[in-house]
């Protein structure tokens, strides 16, 4: 059995023809399944029946299983899934002043080893698919139908390194985009990731008008090293030069994402030495407080602290915002959900 959801326009085209099926079915079933959201092959009423059993015999549509479900009192919802396999994941609605923005899942557990994330709590056990990244859109699409409303924003900030699951990423990235199907702007759909210097340049060649956001989190190596293990691999220079190249080649603006960690990277001295590293860049600068993880021992910075960062940065010039936090009642961070699920 194959999830439907795993194929590109092109890729469905071209199984359909080696079914013996003419090519418009395969945009017709497209159509179904991301302009009609059609959960089922029965649905599709424009295909005769020989072919809707043809296609159930060969075809999963939603395969994700709600294994809990939680809704915040600010309408934020974590939905933890189970995969076809048996994995469970983690995918969070969040609704913004702008739109419906989900938060997806790249990998089953994350071997980035940050120290402060409840992600790497497990290790990684597999890349999901791009239909496993898609099926997550869908099925809060699903729900949000019986309100009328739509996904409007994917950000790809759930468990796992994205970057580390390049291809599958991409993929799920032009999926979602496609014009023919739920057609989501490219500007409204942004990848995180913690650095993977090389990919970041491979993305910028990409072309996509998608956003790309970087975990930051510190303003010198000696504290990134402490944090981010990624850090060893691609100190700050490194990651500055790709970022640099990456602007240069697509003209975009990237997101600094930077948690503020009490007595860790807080400081005004922090701030000063971020604002340094930041200027020249086409960037901003995301300010995020910390979702505490009972696993482990940071704190977030008070809010006078954070207001204190962020006016330094004004102070220099540095363009940046206080990011609200959502759900923060549900186990709003990353793995949280999953890893009490565990236990
Ligand atoms: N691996 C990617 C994407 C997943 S993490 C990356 O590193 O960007 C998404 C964002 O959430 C990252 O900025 C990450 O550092 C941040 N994050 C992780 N744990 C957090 C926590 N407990 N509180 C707040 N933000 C957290």
Redesign the pocket.
């Known amino acids: 059995m194959k999830a439907i959801y795993d194929y590109n326009l092109t890729e469905l085209t071209e199984a359909f023809l080696s079914l013996n099926e003419k090519k418009f079915r395969a945009m017709q079933v497209f159509d179904w399944l991301y302009v009609k959201f059609a959960k089922d092959f029965n649905e599709m009423t424009n295909l005769n029946k020989d072919l809707q059993a043809k296609l159930q015999e060969s075809f999963v549509i939603d395969f994700l299983k709600v294994k809990k479900k939680q809704v915040s009192k600010d309408g934020t919802t974590k939905y933890l899934f189970e995969l076809m396999d048996g994995h469970l994941i983690e995918t969070v609605l969040m609704r913004m002043e702008y739109g419906n923005s989900v938060c997806v899942t790249s990998q089953v557990g ?1 071997n ?1 080893g ?1 120290s ?4 790497g709590l497990l290790k990684k056990q597999r890349n999901l698919t791009s239909g496993e990244m898609v099926a997550q859109i869908m099925h809060v699409q699903f729900d949000l139908l019986e309100e009328r409303e739509r996904v409007s924003h994917v950000v ?7 970057f580390d699951n390049y291809e599958e990423v991409t993929k799920f990235i032009q999926t979602i985009n496609e014009p023919k199907g739920l057609a989501i702007g490219a500007r409204h759909i942004t990848v ?3 650095g993977l210097c090389d990919k970041i340049e491979a993305y910028g060649d990409l072309g996509l008008q998608a956003n790309l ?1 970087i ?1 930051l ?1 510190a303003p010198n190596d000696e504290i990134r090293n402490q944090l981010m293990p990624i850090n060893k691999k691609y100190p700050m220079d490194t990651l500055r030069q790709s970022i640099k190249r990456y602007s240069e080649k697509t003209n975009r603006r990237i997101t600094f ?1 930077y ?1 503020l960690l009490k007595d860790v990277n807080d400081s005004l001295v922090c701030a000063r030495q971020l604002a340094h590293y930041v200027k020249g860049l086409n960037a901003y600068v995301n300010l ?1 407080p ?4 009972d696993e482990h021992g940071y704190q977030s910075a008070s809010k006078e602290t954070i207001e204190a960062f962020y006016n330094e940065l004004a102070r220099l010039k540095v363009r940046a915002t206080i990011r609200r936090e959502h759900g923060a009642d549900i186990d709003g ?2 793995g949280q959900l999953r890893a009490k699920f565990q236990r």
């Open positions: 994350c980035m940050c402060f994330c409840a992600s790809v900030m759930g468990t796992g390194e994205p995180s990731t913690c956001a975990s989190h994402e948690i995020i910390y979702n505490s993880v961070a990353c």
